[in-house]
């Protein structure tokens, strides 16, 4: 069974409306959670490192004051898109990496957004 | 340069075929490495990982060459099922001491009958 649960799987919105994406760990706890964003046969990248207790890093040209990151327990992680644009439609999905090394990882079942 | 290179494909093989994919990777201070599968709209998962000596894994063989900074994936007698995205995925430690996934952008293999 899954080990990370992601919600919501597709979501639809309005232009300048926001949404919030929760990624929950379920068997383990994750001090740790990773925010990627997938376009169109393109890789995933990553947007951000999600912190239990502290702020998220953000990786370079991801807008902090956009994609708030919030991480306020040990087994959930939620990313909010704020004032959505149709660019930010993507596939966002989050993971939790199984060793303080992240040599892998396991996925959440990703969020399919789109902003019209 | 991207941090991880494909070859996106697509490679549409007839079932039974044997395909193989390569990836090479810029950091080489990366110490991990894998090969994760990723079907339309879903989320990837992991194939296998990849280690200096080789590894086999049924039907999937994986090599690594540091030197050249170079990873392969081959696939023997492929199956319908084995359509999918293959993502080569490298580790990368940053400063500050945590880890972060590297994905390429993947190399679409098609299977027909």
């Known amino acids: 069974g899954a080990v990370v649960s992601q919600h919501p799987s597709r979501v639809i919105c309005k232009s300048g409306t926001s949404v919030k994406i929760e990624c929950r760990s379920l068997d383990f706890q994750a001090t740790t959670m990773f925010w990627y964003r997938q376009f169109p046969k393109q890789s995933l990248m990553l947007m951000a490192t999600?912190?239990?207790?502290?702020?998220?890093?953000?990786e370079q040209g991801v807008e902090k004051d956009k994609f708030l990151i919030n991480h306020a327990s040990l087994t959930l992680s939620t990313l909010t898109v704020t004032s959505a644009h149709p660019e930010d439609s993507s596939f966002y999905i989050c993971?939790?990496?199984?060793?303080?090394?992240?040599?892998?990882?396991?996925f959440g079942q990703g969020t399919r957004l789109t902003v019209v | 340069r991207k941090e991880v290179e494909q070859d996106p494909g697509p490679f549409n093989v007839p079932e039974g075929a044997t395909v193989a994919f390569n990836c090479t990777y810029s950091?080489?201070?990366?110490?991990?490495f894998f090969w994760y599968r990723q079907d339309c709209r879903k989320e990837p998962k992991l194939l296998m990982s990849v280690y200096s000596s080789g590894n086999e894994d049924g039907r999937f063989t994986a090599q690594l060459n540091r030197a050249s900074q170079y990873i392969s994936l081959l696939i023997r007698d492929s199956k319908l099922s084995d359509s999918a995205t293959y993502l080569c995925?490298?580790?990368?430690?940053?400063?500050?001491?945590?880890?972060?996934?590297?994905f390429g952008a993947g190399t679409r293999l098609a299977v027909h009958p």
């Open positions: 993971s939790v990496p199984t060793s303080r090394k992240n040599t892998e990882a396991f």
């Open positions: 995925v490298v580790n990368q430690i940053l400063s500050g001491g945590y880890n972060k996934l590297i």
């Open positions: 950091n080489s201070a990366s110490q991990s």
């Open positions: 999600s912190n239990e207790g502290s702020k998220a890093t953000y």
